[in-house]
């Protein structure tokens, strides 16, 4: 578990790199990530190449001991490609081209620009194929940033509609999977499928999600080009990904067979005004919250059930969120060890140095442009020499993300505050308040390790999925399923019968309505013998074989079921009709951990976060208010002590589930 | 009085035909609405027609006692069409096409889209032209949903030209009667007239009040190119459109001499949350506003005088607007009752079945999509059961709406509070709650059995209008002119003189100023010895002739006249110079009332309402509090009786006068 | 100090024009602006010129005692121009053209329009050369307003690119210049760069910054254009144009060397709504923000420090604010009054009478549509009587202000709330309610007069501007910096040391850090033994050299320097890294005033403004409370007297620094 940084020596004049380095092995880093986005200063001109600097940057990091992350330039393709080829770029639903003169405007289904890629990527590879001091690879750069995982241009449509013919083979097969006898949206062939464009009304659902899913796809397809061209050059290098916060247009489940280990990029004081909805407290501003960040890291580190690393990991106050409040005292190492906590075997700041020129000024690094030390520098110094090696985390309870079910409720939200992201966190959080480790993997991955697995809002349910989940309740696993899970088949059509559909059986329960509230309507059910609030969703069920163990208390809902259980053999499957507020899914989720027998703690506050790794507790305080710890008398700290302070760590030799507050 | 269903037997096997249809005879229904999107599967290729399942399911519809309604299948057009003839399609006024994918993207002054409407429509008349079981067409569907009247393609460029070319002549007359001096707006020809695209400024508003006019005469003009291949067929049958609710774009009444009667489709608790700015109350999340909805009865029942049909009403939960809360248990059955006093011979539910695709899966049928019944059913059959033969309503008073002054002023709207809509409402719900019947009318229409009329904002006025109102009143008609009245003449230019210009004589008063206010400033006026609240406009008055009968009270109009009052022999004019709050329109109403001798109750609370129909008194309470009623000892209940619960009706033979709440 | 009126004869018979001009010259009025979108009457087909009409309005007003200002109608071409040339359209960032239809679409770098601009340009002046009763010229009309400074057309592209080369020479000085390494922004050539367009993320700045320079300077070529024409034909005439209020995207500044004096149009009532944030007050929708007015007109007289014209005064009630609401009694004649005090020579209203066509029908003139008086008609009058000859306003007070820096701090705001007039406004409130007269100018100009400069953000700061003042301070000059002042080089880059870079050694200060905070989160400091708050952004300070006189006392800034201070021989310089609210400002203010020795008042509250001219003090009232004064007993009111009503005035003849509030 060790500690890196990202550095743009072509930013900075070559007699400063000799610096820069020098500093970084003085605070203790190992790993340096470098040329993402230097395409233009690696070929100024079409086949005119220029690799001293990097060969010279690349030996600086080497002679200092640490080890190269490389990455391949696509994601800012130069001047001179574009007006070489504007058919690479992206196009708008409406047809306007995305221009050059930011990032990521290619198009990934673009043979001209996958050309180009492979022109690109197999030189720098085989240039450095050799080089002792380059540990791995870095494909591209945050796939999709912007909004541009989904493209309208005309070679996705000719990929799109090749992407149909495959899945489909005849259009018939295709008009009956959407249902297109709707609104006579019947196709006479592929070749008159289009991406959907500007409509006048919404577009057909199930058009949409193949869309959705073709456009994802692409990207991974994308992926492999670069995956499989890297390791042609050396197969000893590591291939991975920096993958975004909430993100949800790329599955990133889908890229993981291609990928080493995952990465991904973490900006705790960005995502908590920029990814939810609603105001960030003042703490959170300060150090973001402990629960978004970590489902991420559970989110990257599920998706191979293997350790992750942070490629870029916030190093001070940043530019793209509204507003720039500079985080706590401390926030910069306190994100780090969370990292660790999580699973990260790697953490890597961005960026060494504030840059002077160009969209990112206002963004922080380890170092301000005069390379004097920055706020976070001492913490990333700190973090370096307080982490130790691990074992990678052993979670008891799965989360079940479906990607496809995020893009089809989000498609037909049927509220504007229906938010797939943070109706998962409000079963995520229930959990965490709990000190559980949590893998967030997809329903289809095997789940026989996990005592108990939470799916919030499995949407699109087949037989197939019906099955697995079948089988592992057989086996003794314990289920909980939250709102508008079954709502849908795969294709995205609501089943013959009833919701959940093919899950009604397993799950003893028929969905006879939902509705959607908005804010101010009452919304009350009694769970438990407590009276509870929840918001934006009801489902009314019928126990069919499960027991009514909620019920709606309000509105014309009132008496109807909302929350039904069911014992199947040493297994047992929870049903949730409504979006739980947190008390009720502190509810339901301690139940859960009962049944299944999982070690959780009493319920921690808001901002404060114990994660058991390798048999240490870290626990961490987002907050602005010191805390005081019980942990076993006998139990080791290895980082700081019972008192934590305000954005303070401490770790602790003991199982999670045997620390508490006082 | 009956009621119906609307059916889509291509979205279900066949072999469920049989069940459904027999199930909807069983519900006491009486007609089958059908095929209004269904060209696609009708007409799968060009030129190769399939009527086989619709000749069965009409067959079906027979067989068991009812009758079936037909509609042309020209909303959506299959994709084989529009590739064909991509020409079809409307356009943005930035010039961006208006993509296949949804519905209703053709443009209606399309030569193409003309020739391949006439050329199904009559395929589809012809097919059926002998078949007893068809009652009568709709033509095409919903004209104008999502934002369509209005298309700005060379197509409607060309037509516009003509239609100016036809209204002026000379263009000459055209740069007079718009005042194209402004801003250099003159045109050297009709051929220079486009339709208004994309500008730095504000259009010219006497330009844009002519595009509205032309759009909306587009419209009228492709509707009857329906009604006369439909009559063209076989001339026993009815032919009929479904208009929305609370819309603007199309004019109703230049339809009506086409159609034999108005349809239009009621969703009541949508209306509350996408028709009307502010937020809906639970109640009316609920059940939706009663005078929303019946507003819109009155004005597709006043633009023929005549009984109308509902031909879709909402069944349940529905998709379109941003929440979908469960409507109140009964109010199914409210609706269809409340329609029925209004003046609807026939209340049609929108639809059988719950869909399983498409863009419509979150939208409820009377049955849900496994064929169990939904919440809707039993409300369909109780009011099929209730329901009988009534003589068409007879209304006292009119409210005179004009579609012209609706496009005027919210072009030049002069605060982003004023709403055409809510404006009339204030007046139409002060007296529905007097229990009054109204009919909404053109202005222009003949005004002789109404012994009052109300004009919210008639905005645009010239000479023959005036004199048409001026002999309404010589002829014992007392009128009430609302805010904005006669501030511009036909072609949206101002009055020479100033407003209300020429009905500056019949109400005997000037507009010296007026002015548009946020809230949140203070507006008080004084009428009739009390404080009242205003908002958004206040035009101040110089009586000439008329008498000061209302004050306003504070700010830089302190002092100055707010309404006026004069008596013409047995009538009377009262002229209102600002939007009233509903205490100040119920004193400006009552008056009115006593004024015209016209029978009314006590004021009815919020959502309760009374409606005469035939010497029956409807009471319906779209409320969640349990009501008590008073009626004449001898008065007969029909349905329901002196207490009426939440969400619930009576029926009582008595003129609605005659009927108070305890 | 005269009034004037504008007149558009051309909307009027040409019968009723010698009444009007009639009417204007019993007012008292002396000028009549006239022909700013004539170019249609005037040129109504291509090569056929009407003069008649013009030269018998101009004759009019010459018989009756008054001048005529003319203007060239190039804001407004016709539409057979358009037609004939469809390429001198502006176009938006996706390459829509902009359409004719209102006004001011066309591209000040269209070759065809600059041929046609002067073709008419060149016909009217000459038509006028000689008619001796035309004062001088207008050129075009408020250039840029609805947002038309920035085209995205071909042309643009063109001359951008000669632009640029003009600037750097080699491509290679302006990927040095912009620091285009940084996303791999390098271009090859000129000839690659392009406008910017629409990307999927933000722009370069360096890049931005150039295009809004390169649009700015656009407008002042095509200004140059009409100058010179004017000139041309007569170079007794004065050359002027209208500019607007609170309008960024011209540099003002440099239009000064072309037009003999500047104008501007005044709309106090519609700028409280339109350019701020925030709800504006009762008072301030009635008559507007004495400050807001006032600083435009200090800017407008600042630019060339001479008086200048308010070419267009607010009349009454206006059409394009959201909101219209009636201007309270007296306000129009209380806006001549202010415009006279802060340095106007003459006032023009806007407008005559009200039009009865086009898009201002909802915009007062002096006189009604049908002629009779409107509410500002005795204003006007009053104003003319009352007002008399002055010297120029002699302001011991500078406020720097720099368009460029607007420009680049609007394009990286770091902040929702960054809003660079408000920001200005905190300084330049605090000294008007103190009494100071303000000279608005540009931070290169000559600051030897000033006893004292505001610098609120001088963003952009090269080693000329720090040498400059260097040199004002030196010399005696007391200088306050605000937030944000010296962040950037003039190319929009970081400096390479730390902010405010060339002016650290000035100021005696490093900054550490910077931070933009949301409203809700603590904003504290202490400055001179008191508690104050500020807002949205706060800059830590490290004084080297300088004193700390303030201190944060809230959030992570706790204890870190917000204000520093140092003498610099007779001079002296204040950093405030906040943005402070109201009493701090007053702090910072009068310190700079004391150390400076500038006489002032009191504290004046909000909305009570009292400014000097020529030795007369005029005591402003835009509140609707009374108001008593204390001047010295020896001076004169001239205008009014000791007690001010709501909405008054009085002029008192006295150093406005001897006038208090009782
Ligand atoms: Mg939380
Ligand atoms: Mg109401
Ligand atoms: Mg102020
Ligand atoms: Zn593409
Ligand atoms: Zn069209
Ligand atoms: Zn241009």
Not at 70 to 84: G, I, R
Request: glycine fraction near 8%; proline fraction near 6%.
């Amino acid at each position: 578990m060790t500690i890196g940084v990202c550095y743009f020596p072509e930013h900075w004049p070559d007699e400063r790199w000799e610096t820069d380095v020098r500093q970084m092995a003085e605070a203790g880093l190992s790993y340096v990530r470098m040329g993402e986005f230097a395409w233009g200063r690696i070929e100024p001109e079409h086949g005119e190449f220029d690799f001293a600097w990097l060969d010279e940057a690349i030996g600086l990091v080497g002679d200092h001991g640490m080890e190269a992350v490389l990455c391949t330039p696509t994601a800012t393709p130069p001047k001179w490609l574009v007006d070489e080829h504007p058919d690479i770029r992206q196009a708008d639903p409406d047809g306007t081209p995305r221009e050059w003169g930011s990032r990521r405007f290619t198009c990934f289904n673009s043979p001209t620009y996958r050309e180009e890629t492979e022109r690109i990527v197999r030189k720098v590879t085989e240039r450095y194929a050799d080089n002792p001091h380059v540990a791995g690879w870095q494909a591209d750069n945050e796939y999709g940033c912007h909004d541009t995982v989904r493209c309208y241009c005309e070679d996705c449509a000719a990929a799109f509609r090749e992407w149909l013919e495959a899945k489909y083979e005849e259009v018939e097969a295709l008009n009956e999977a959407w249902g297109n006898t709707f609104w006579s949206q019947q196709y006479p062939s592929f070749e008159a499928v289009d991406p959907p464009g500007l409509t006048p009304a919404e577009h057909h659902p199930s058009r949409l999600l193949d869309y959705h899913r073709f456009a994802s796809d692409s990207v991974a397809e994308y992926n492999r080009l670069h995956a499989d061209l890297i390791r042609e050059a050396n197969d000893d290098w590591f291939v991975t990904h920096n993958f975004m916060g909430d993100f949800g247009a790329l599955d990133a489940h889908s890229l993981a067979d291609d990928l080493d280990f995952l990465g991904w990029d973490s900006y705790p004081t960005g995502f908590v005004q920029d990814r939810r909805p609603g105001q960030a407290t003042t703490d959170e501003l300060r150090a973001g919250d402990p629960d978004e960040v970590a489902m991420n890291h559970d989110l990257y580190r599920g998706a191979k059930r293997a350790p992750f690393w942070v490629l870029e990991q916030q190093p001070g106050d940043v530019n793209w969120p509204p507003h720039a409040p500079q985080p706590a005292e401390g926030a910069m190492r306190l994100w780090a060890h969370q990292a660790v906590a999580h699973g990260a075997d790697e953490v890597l700041y961005f960026r060494w140095r504030r840059c002077r020129e160009g969209q990112e000024q206002y963004h922080a690094g380890l170092r301000k442009q005069d390379g004097s030390p920055d706020r976070g520098y001492d913490d990333a110094a700190a973090a370096a020499d307080e982490l130790f090696d691990l074992e990678p985390v052993d979670a008891p309870v799965a989360l079940l993300h479906d990607y496809e079910s995020l893009w089809a409720t989000e498609n037909q939200p049927h509220s504007p505050h229906w938010h797939y992201w943070s109706h998962l966190r409000a079963y995520y959080d229930a959990l965490r308040a709990r000190g559980v480790q949590v893998d967030v993997v997809s329903p289809t991955s095997d789940l026989d390790d996990y005592a108990a697995a939470v799916a919030p809002t499995l949407y699109l349910v087949g037989d197939d999925l019906a099955a697995h989940l079948e089988a592992y309740v057989a086996d003794g696993g314990h289920l909980l399923f939250g709102a508008r899970t079954g709502e849908k088949d795969p294709h995205n059509q609501l089943h013959e019968s009833l919701a959940p559909g093919p899950l009604a059986d397993l799950a003893g329960v028929r969905v006879d309505q939902h509705e959607s509230l908005p804010d101010g309507m009452p919304t009350r059910l009694r769970y438990d013998g407590e009276t509870h609030d929840y918001r934006t969703w009801a489902s009314w069920l019928d126990a069919e074989g499960a027991t009514a163990v909620g019920e709606y208390t309000a509105g014309v809902a009132e008496g109807r079921t909302a929350v039904t259980r069911t014992d199947r053999g040493r297994g047992s499957v929870t049903y949730c009709g409504c979006w739980p507020t947190d008390r009720l899914a502190d509810g339901l989720v301690t139940d859960l951990l009962g049944a299944a027998n999982v070690a959780h703690t009493s319920r921690f506050p808001e901002g404060v976060r114990v994660a058991e790794r390798n048999g240490y507790a870290w626990v961490t305080n987002f907050t602005s208010e010191e805390l005081s710890l019980s942990a076993p008398t006998d139990a080791a700290f290895v980082v700081g002590g019972e008192t934590v302070g305000a954005f303070d760590v401490a770790v602790v030799e003991t199982p999670a589930a045997t620390v508490s507050l006082d």
